[in-house]
């Protein structure tokens, strides 16, 4: 069919060739050409044809090279759009390229449209996921507000498989996720900030504002979920967290001392009525009342607290008062030694500096009392000997004034009276060497049980006792010496008064006589008041009346009734000696 076609374009080109050449030569034959005018014609014609011929047949050749080429390019661009989008085959697709360029360029072009309509589709989805994850990226790291400033998404022509998409789109649900957490946890904080800001009687706003503006609602900024963002939102709830437990635990503290101080001080019930949500809020655990831990509240408790802190250490210095009183009248009825003064100024001085409290200063006074009654129990029965041995002192004391008393024999108004009080504390005073006796046993033996010296008002008893025995026993030799020589001197009366009866002289002599024996009796006398007078007192070298007991002692006698017995020692000694023998 194809050399019918082209025998037929060669008759049909030789007939229009032939019939313009005949014409051409009758034009030549009429003009008169010559014949090398003609043969140059023709060549140039025979040329100008093959040029033709040449433009054709190139322009052929190049209209199947390009053919080839989109064939090419065609195959390879299936081939491309295969590998990218992950098809290995389709249905359409040409097992075998037959036929012509053009029949082979027909055969896969509906394929290769098809691959190309479905990249199209897979690239939108990929930009639409990659958008997607870009800009929620972009919100987690904080860049929302940036969101116009977002670089294009350049998509991966190379690799548009299903298996890409799916990971992009377990990414997006990945981000989607994070996303909702982020939020969920910022709504949480949010919260959580706005409760506690409540409770503690914060602004909320402001709080959430400093942390990032756009969390507050007001702004109209889309939330801030960014790392940088929840640390700021945790650590602002750790820290109010820490500002709650602080102020439940000062409000727990201040709770607990208004109970403590109205239980004190008796507080009434409709006084404590206005502080009882304080007392009442330190039993919960969680505290979440409105306005339950604010300032003003804590400084209204903080402020009852310190009035009623000044109204118990007023109180509490009256008690003290009476605790120390109580603990001197103990010291004294027992007569101990008394804590001295400074050592309460010390005391007070140390709760005025917070290093002690009135609690531990009552414990103190109480344990001090009980010390004091322990030991002033313990010394009852030494006491008790010792106010009979005062007593016998006084009784003493009276007899030796009544033996001076030369008119105590007279009939006078109660003096039967004296004559039996006498005739007690003749009784009371001989049992006083038994009474010291037993007193000083006593006095010993609490010693060796306390390992401590026995004290009455600051004097050793014993040392006291011993003195008074030593004094005592000066006191009878004295009296005895006295004696001595009181009978010595009315035997030598005797003796001159037997002489003169003997003599029997004259009258005038006798008178002589007699004012001799006058004036030797009333030199004798004379001679016993000056040794009278002469007599040392036994107690002028004592050294606890004259000095007081050791170097560290007080000067004076511990005890004024003790003190006027041995002042009195003296005055007793010799009113004894000189005075009559009493019946």
Not at 94 to 104: A, F, R
Not at 181 to 200: G, P
Not at 462 to 468: K, P, S
């Amino acid at each position: 069919m194809g050399s019918l076609q082209a025998t037929r374009s060669a008759a049909m080109l030789e007939t229009s060739c032939g019939y313009l050449l005949q014409e051409l030569q009758m034009i030549w034959d009429e003009v008169g050409e010559d014949e090398f005018e003609r043969e140059k014609v023709l060549v140039d014609l025979e040329h100008e044809c093959l040029q033709v011929y040449r433009r054709k047949v190139d322009n052929a050749n190049m209209s199947r090279a390009r053919l080839h080429q989109e064939l090419a390019d065609s195959e390879a661009q299936f081939t491309h759009l295969l590998l990218s989008l992950d098809e290995r085959s389709l249905p359409t697709r040409p097992e075998k390229m037959t036929g012509t360029l053009k029949e082979q360029l027909g055969a896969i072009a509906p394929a290769l449209q098809k691959l190309q309509i479905k990249k199209a589709e897979r690239m939108k989805q990929f930009e639409t996921i990659q958008s997607e994850i870009q800009k929620i990226s972009a919100e987690i790291a904080g860049q929302s507000e940036y969101e116009d400033a977002l670089p294009h998404v350049i998509v991966n022509e190379n690799d548009l498989s299903l298996k890409r998409l799916e990971e992009y789109q377990m990414e997006l649900q990945r981000l989607h996720a994070d996303k909702s957490d982020r939020l969920e946890r910022v709504k949480n904080y949010i919260s959580k900030i706005q409760n506690l800001s409540a409770t503690l009687g914060m602004d909320s706003s402001m709080i959430i504002t400093k942390v990032h503006p756009s969390l507050n609602e007001l702004s109209g900024l889309s939330k801030n979920m960014s790392d940088h963002v929840l640390v700021k939102l945790d650590s602002t709830v750790e820290s109010l967290e820490e500002e709650k437990h602080s102020r439940i635990e000062k409000l727990h503290n201040l709770g607990n001392s208004l109970k403590n101080l109205w239980d004190l001080l008796d507080t009434p019930y409709t006084d404590r009525q206005s502080f009882s949500h304080i007392s009442s809020s330190t039993t919960l655990e969680n505290i979440s009342t409105p306005g339950s831990l604010a300032i003003k509240m804590i400084k209204q408790a903080e402020d009852e607290v310190e009035r009623l802190d000044q109204v118990k250490a007023s109180k509490m210095k009256e008690l003290l008062v009476k605790k120390q009183s109580e603990l001197e009248n103990i010291c004294r009825r027992s007569h101990m030694e008394v804590p001295p003064l400074s050592e309460m100024d010390n005391i007070v001085n140390s709760i005025k500096r917070g290093e002690m409290d009135y609690a531990d200063l009552l414990n103190s006074m109480d344990e001090q009392i009980a010390k004091a009654g322990d030991e002033a129990l313990s010394r009852k029965t030494i006491m008790e000997k010792v106010e009979k041995w005062a007593l016998a002192r006084d009784e003493e004391r009276w007899l030796e004034e009544y033996n001076m008393d030369d008119n105590r024999y007279s009939v006078s108004r109660g003096a039967h009276k004296n004559l039996k009080r006498a005739e007690r504390a003749r009784v009371m005073v001989n049992k006083m060497p038994a009474l010291v006796d037993s007193l000083i046993a006593k006095t010993k033996s609490w010693e060796e049980e306390r390992k401590k010296v026995f004290l009455y008002d600051k004097v050793p008893l014993l040392a006291l006792m011993e003195e008074y025995n030593m004094s005592r026993r000066e006191k009878e030799e004295e009296k005895q010496r006295l004696q001595r020589e009181k009978k010595l001197l009315q035997s030598k009366v005797v003796v001159l008064h037997e002489r003169a009866m003997l003599t029997r002289p004259t009258t005038s002599a006798r008178g002589r006589l007699d004012q001799s024996h006058d004036g030797e009796f009333k030199k004798g006398s004379t001679w016993i008041q000056q040794g009278t007078n002469n007599v040392r007192s036994p107690f002028q070298n004592l050294s606890y009346v004259k000095d007081g007991w050791g170097s560290q002692g007080p000067k004076r006698f511990p005890c004024r009734r003790l003190d006027r017995h041995l002042r009195e020692d003296q005055a007793s000694t010799v009113s004894t000696s000189v005075s009559p023998i009493s019946p």
